[in-house]
């Protein structure tokens, strides 16, 4: 026995670890871990759960480290789910805590009681567990943070009862390291080669596993050995190639026929670090044109299993690129007739602006008014999906991690991740402006976040298209053929005095002028701007 408690060893650990930085909205069950918090941690505090874990893997995910976060027992894990799907696949390594009620009381299920912690999370987390004694509580932590970072990295979950915080620890937490990153099979990575080397068109096909590695160099010295035709992997959360590439071609379609149709030409195609593929709508056709092989790089062996063509093999993203560069046949310049669609990395073309009677802006001009407005280096964060590609053609991305959105399509993460990015970027030194363009319906699922964007003082901008409807919802409805649906509409919503209400600087701007000028003074500012926008009520073709 050391005389140390098991809260002293856990925090001692994290200290270790580097996870000095915890997000949270505690619960009764959770202020035995929290009580005579340590000054030399940072406890950010969120109004919600599912705030606090996006936060967390926005902080994640821009420090490259991984991040814990404490939410309430069964409650708060259950109202974290969203955003832990979204942590899931944005593949963030997260170490998400919550108490449980007292040992003594778990027999007989009292309030609050998570009632089986293991199953609650899943299949969102890579492991869910609860110690079977507090004395193993530390050595559990060290086991969470083990299997988060490894990858695919996500998050984990650990159950602590309340009562155990306080129990002699058996003696201090070994700290280990843990490799993260997988070598490919050199023997199928050199029959890749090969076989890219024969080609006569190849297609290269960049997940957003390439930007979580820093691939992008590697990525451009592919392509442009190859002078191979670039795609983003349909849905990329995180671009993995310069949009201003010459050999970029634009995001893949999100639906099978259609992403077959846009393959065609190729003879052979290579994923490298995504998915085979991500698809949504369901839109019939053959997963392949006639005549494409399709190969695959993947650091998820269960992503390997699921791809429904194509020949895998297992390997980390960036470490597959140095090994596929030095060993493909170098192709003459101007090879690849490049066909670069307009609307960049979105899956879909954007919707016909025509000119606004009532003098609503497209929300076209106001993203290239956005892009005109703030600096070259400013980090983008999307949450906005009737307006994607007005977006991506208006502000092409050709910097690495300047672009964030969440994998999974669950509304509510970009907001908090924002915050947690504008944190890492202050801890960082980098300090460059944030801003998030998130829709008036996305607004809404995690709107308190903005207490502590204000609480922190993160000059975040955030930007609201207001078009007053769920417009990409409008799209499926137009390609479902399920005409007069309810709930599609938003009126009703006042943004700024929903800002000015959490402390932040609500704005509405109805001329490019008047956004210009609100751009110049947002990042001039200690507290968040929202900046209201109301636009053209579009509703985009989804192929």
């Not at 190639?241 to 999100?254: C, D, I, N, R, T």
Request: glycine share 6%; with cysteine.
């Amino acid at each position: 026995m050391t005389g140390k408690t098991v809260r002293d060893v856990t925090y001692q650990l994290l200290r270790e670890l580097g996870l000095t930085t915890m997000f949270g909205n505690p619960g009764s069950t959770e202020e035995t871990f929290l009580k005579d918090f340590p000054a030399d941690f940072r406890y950010i505090q969120t109004l919600h759960e599912s705030s606090a874990v996006g936060a967390a893997d926005g902080f994640a995910q821009a420090n490259r480290r991984p991040a814990i976060v404490n939410v309430h027992t069964s409650a708060g894990l259950s109202n974290a789910m969203s955003n832990i799907l979204t942590a899931f696949q944005n593949r963030t390594p997260l170490i998400i805590t919550a108490g449980n009620q007292t040992r003594d009381m778990l027999l007989m299920e009292p309030w609050l009681t998570n009632i089986e912690p293991a199953l609650l999370p899943k299949p969102w987390v890579k492991w869910s567990y609860e110690p079977v004694c507090a004395e193993d509580v530390p050595a559990a932590f060290m086991r969470a943070y083990a299997i988060a970072v490894q990858p695919p990295a996500g998050p984990v979950f650990l159950s602590i009862p309340l009562d155990d915080w306080d129990k002699p620890a058996r003696g201090p937490a070994l700290v280990r390291s843990v490799a993260t990153r997988i070598a490919p099979d050199p023997e199928v990575l050199s029959a890749f080669a090969q076989a890219l080397s024969k080609a006569s068109n190849p297609a290269l096909i960049y997940g957003a596993a390439i930007a979580r590695g820093q691939g992008w160099p590697q990525a451009i010295a592919l392509a442009e050995q190859l002078q191979a035709t670039v795609y983003a992997a349909p849905a990329s959360e995180r671009p993995p190639f310069p949009e201003s590439h010459p050999l970029y071609a634009g995001g893949l379609p999100f639906a099978i026929a259609p992403l077959s149709q846009k393959l065609a030409g190729h003879d052979l195609a290579i994923v490298i670090g995504a998915p085979v593929f991500r698809y949504y709508p369901y839109v019939a056709g053959d997963y392949l044109p006639a005549g494409l092989r399709l190969l695959h790089i993947t650091d998820d062996p269960s992503e390997a299993a699921r791809a429904p063509v194509g020949d895998s093999v297992l390997g980390d993203a960036v470490l597959s690129l140095d090994a596929l560069i030095a060993q493909v046949k170098p192709r003459p310049v101007g090879s690849a007739a490049v066909k670069r669609q307009a609307h960049g990395l979105a899956p879909h073309p954007a919707a016909t602006h025509a000119e606004s009677a009532d003098g609503l802006l497209s929300s076209l001009s106001v993203f290239q008014a956005l892009r005109a407005a703030t600096p070259a280096n400013t980090v983008l964060i999307e949450e906005s999906p009737s307006n994607l590609a007005e977006l991506h053609s208006a502000w092409p991305v050709d910097q690495p991690d300047s672009f964030y959105t969440f994998a999974s399509g669950s509304l509510g993460w970009n907001l908090p991740a924002s915050i947690g990015i504008a944190l890492a970027e202050r801890d960082s030194g980098r300090n460059r402006p944030v801003l998030a363009i998130i829709g008036d319906g996305s607004f809404q699922y995690s709107i308190q976040g903005l207490w502590t964007a204000v609480q922190h003082e993160l000059p975040i901008l955030f930007v609201v298209p207001r078009n007053g409807q769920y417009g990409i919802l409008k799209s499926f409805a137009v390609l479902e053929q399920t005409p007069n649906v309810p709930g599609l509409d938003l009126p009703g919503l006042d943004f700024v005095a929903l800002a000015n209400g959490y402390g932040a600087h609500g704005v509405r701007a109805n001329t490019l002028d008047e956004i210009r000028k609100a751009c110049n003074e947002a990042f001039t500012r200690n507290v968040p701007t929202v900046l209201e926008v109301p636009v053209q009520a579009t509703i985009p073709p989804l192929l």
